[in-house]
């Protein structure tokens, strides 16, 4: 069976086929092509280091035994603890010890002690976290010469040092080191004194990248047992030049070699070919690869000039990410020089031009929709959301509302005429939307209307009793209700008018949520003034303030209401979620100590299963019977699940 109908457990896109990734008849230096699509899945939250032009760049990446983050950037190492950074840089002397130039550039490495270990020009630096010292090890001249390109540590703790003049092999237990070179008269010696990696496969099996070989190397003898070309035929057009070679094992034994000339490559177990997996997208160019991770999952990441790629545990396909100026989330620049995943699943991205960025190696359960370019008289400052009865969204910002047709992906932008926030939105019977917002007027939007009709409040006029509408209901009747400042007002369509109920909520409080259970009775709730109930049959209002017994409403800000289909009453607070038992009028309030991640609670949503999903100031809580924690309710941080 030939080469192109195996295709090595890879998809090829010329035969579009899975075959088995152990074949043994692989030619030497095949080039591997699978579909490659650009998708959008990932949040890349930009880390703020410094404001000099040169953290721009940021080629080096890793974590020391005290979890702080170390970046090597074009000319200075970061070392950044979660919120600060500081600066080491070259030439610097004192408590940091003796820095040089060329010093982090290109590799840095922590070994299994937790030394981090900086590759210079003709010398390494050991840094001991506990001490902030540098350290320059004594390694003669003879033996290590030429910039550090690559610092590796076998399984025998022998530190593997990659040079542009050959390989260093050094026991940090005794300082002995020995160089080995190039040999053009003998073919069992390096491919190439440019040494840019090594690795120790899982096997035993020794690896060296130069910049023309990938070498399988006999640490016994100091002699090559194999040499396999790195030399992609699809790269045009021919180059010398391969700065960076990175080397990396999978979990299923192959070994991923990529190099910035040349691009990705892979060995299989057999160790019998070296094969190329192209990353050219419709490029006439291959680009290269810089940077190569595989996650705790099992996905392989590859840094490009073009882009970040993701190559799935099936190695099926190429999926591929992108800077997008218009997108806040996406890649911060294409040329990815570095990768790194720390112990919370994060993988950190290292640009050329853009800085660092972190990104869940998971994609975050929740899509985000921000406004088309060019769409000025819209924000992403999104106050309020609304689902209308065909399934469209409908998202309230400053003097506009957004909608979202979530089957064709259509999004339009509707001016309400005001610079104003939109706070409440409602849909009535006939198909006509309501519009509420903090400080301007009550708007009426017809389907194909070009402009919404304003219901403002001012003598003559058929508003409401305040021109601030922070909440809308349709009642089962059918009939529309809005908040008003400390008014509630019913809508009569027959005379275009709304009819006003004074609730007794005490003045400056204002109406922020608006709720009807099963017997037609309203919920209402104030930030400042408490939960009420209002029956409409007898136009009675009744409150439930907070106090000094346990059993009182947690807080007299109340920010929202849910009427659970059991018949439980929900109030959210700013300090807790509170469920209202209404024969005895008396509260149970769940805060942090129950698992919620915040006591603000800004909203309340029930899903088909009867769970309650609680936003907070700090994150999305699942409120169900047991959690993972042993408590009710499910805590999701900000940038953390989310």
């Given at each position: 069976m030939s080469w192109w109908t195996r295709c090595t457990g890879l998809v090829f896109s010329a035969c579009a086929v899975i075959l088995p990734i152990s074949a043994s008849d692989i030619a030497p230096n095949q080039a591997v092509r699978l579909p490659i699509a650009d998708v959008t899945d990932r949040i890349f939250v930009p880390i703020a280091v410094e404001k000099e032009l040169s953290?721009?760049?940021?080629?080096?990446?890793?974590?020391?035994?005290?979890?702080f983050i170390w970046l090597g950037t074009r000319d200075i190492l970061v070392r950044y603890d979660g919120s600060q950074t500081k600066s080491f840089s070259p030439g610097s002397a004192g408590s940091t010890g003796v820095f040089v130039q060329e010093c982090c550039r290109y590799t840095l490495f922590r070994d299994r002690s937790g030394f981090i270990w900086i590759g210079a020009s003709?010398?390494?630096?050991?840094?001991?976290?506990?001490?902030?010292q540098f350290k320059m090890l004594p390694i003669a001249p003879d033996k290590l010469q030429g910039l550090v390109r690559g610092i590796n540590e076998d399984s025998a703790g022998i530190m593997w040092l990659a040079t542009s003049r050959g390989l260093t092999r050094y026991n940090p237990r005794?300082?002995?080191?020995?160089?080995?070179?190039?040999?053009?008269?003998?073919?069992?010696?390096?491919?190439?004194?440019?040494?840019?990696?090594?690795l120790e496969a899982r096997d035993g099996t020794f690896w060296v990248a130069t910049n023309t070989t990938v070498d399988i190397f006999d640490r016994k003898t100091g002699r090559v047992t194999h040499h396999f070309s790195l030399r992609n035929p699809l790269q045009k057009p021919d180059s010398t030049g391969n700065p960076y070679v990175r080397l990396l094992e999978d979990r299923k034994g192959r070994v991923w070699i990529a190099s910035a000339r040349d691009g990705l490559a892979f060995i299989g177990p057999e160790r019998k070919a070296l094969a190329f997996v192209s990353l050219a997208a419709g490029r006439n160019i291959e680009p290269g690869a810089w940077a190569i991770l595989e996650d705790r999952k099992g996905a392989l990441w590859v840094g490009t000039e073009y882009g970040l790629i993701r190559l799935d545990l099936d190695r099926k396909q190429l999926l591929r990410y992108r800077n997008d100026p218009t997108d806040h989330d996406s890649l911060p620049a294409d040329w990815v020089l570095a990768l790194f995943e720390d112990n919370e699943d994060g993988i950190w991205a290292g640009t050329a031009n853009g800085?660092?960025?972190?990104f869940s190696s998971d994609p975050p359960p929740f899509r985000r929709y921000r406004r088309p370019q060019g769409t000025s008289s819209s924000s992403d400052y999104v106050v309020f959301a609304f689902e209308d009865s065909h399934g469209v969204i409908w998202a309230?910002?400053?003097?506009?509302?957004?909608?979202?047709?979530?089957?064709?992906?259509?999004?339009?932008v509707q001016s309400i005429g005001e610079n104003t926030e939109v706070g409440s939105i409602a849909e009535d019977r006939s198909g006509q939307f309501w519009i509420g917002t903090f400080d301007g007027s009550l708007f009426r939007s017809s389907p194909g209307a070009p402009a919404s009709v304003a219901y403002p409040h001012h003598a003559g006029a058929p508003g409401c009793a305040n021109n601030e509408v922070r909440a809308l209901l349709v009642d089962h009747d059918?009939?529309?209700?809005?908040?008003?400042?400390?008014?509630?007002?019913?809508?009569?369509?027959?005379?275009?008018?709304?009819?006003r109920y004074q609730t007794g909520i005490p003045p400056p409080a204002e109406i922020d949520a608006l709720a009807e259970d099963e017997s037609g009775t309203f919920w209402i709730g104030s930030r400042q003034a408490g939960l009420y109930r209002f029956d409409p049959r007898t136009v009675s209002f009744k409150a439930y303030r907070h106090s000094?017994?346990?059993?009182?409403?947690?807080?007299?800000?109340?920010?929202?209401?849910?009427?659970?289909?059991?018949?439980?009453?929900?109030?959210g607070t700013v300090r807790g979620l509170d469920r209202l038992d209404p024969q005895t009028g008396k509260f149970r309030t769940y805060v942090t100590r129950d698992g919620l991640p915040n006591d603000f609670v800004n909203g309340i949503a029930e899903d088909e299963s009867g769970s309650l999903w609680v936003t907070t100031s700090y994150g999305l809580s699942h409120f169900r019977g047991t959690c993972k924690n042993g408590g009710s309710v499910c805590a999701y941080e900000l940038n953390k699940e989310l």
């Open positions: 953290h721009a760049w940021v080629g080096q990446i890793v974590e020391d035994n005290q979890g003709d010398s390494v630096y050991k840094y001991d976290s506990v001490t902030e005794n300082g002995e080191s020995a160089r080995l070179v190039h040999d053009e008269a003998d073919p069992a010696t390096l491919g190439s004194n440019f040494v840019r990696a090594t800085g660092v960025a972190r309230g910002t400053k003097g506009a509302v957004n909608r979202i047709d979530l089957k064709t992906g259509r999004y339009d059918g009939t529309l209700w809005a908040g008003a400042g400390d008014s509630l007002c019913s809508f009569d369509p027959a005379t275009n008018q709304f009819r000094a017994a346990p059993d009182s409403l947690s807080d007299d800000g109340v920010t929202s209401i849910l009427v659970a289909r059991s018949g439980t009453i929900w109030a």
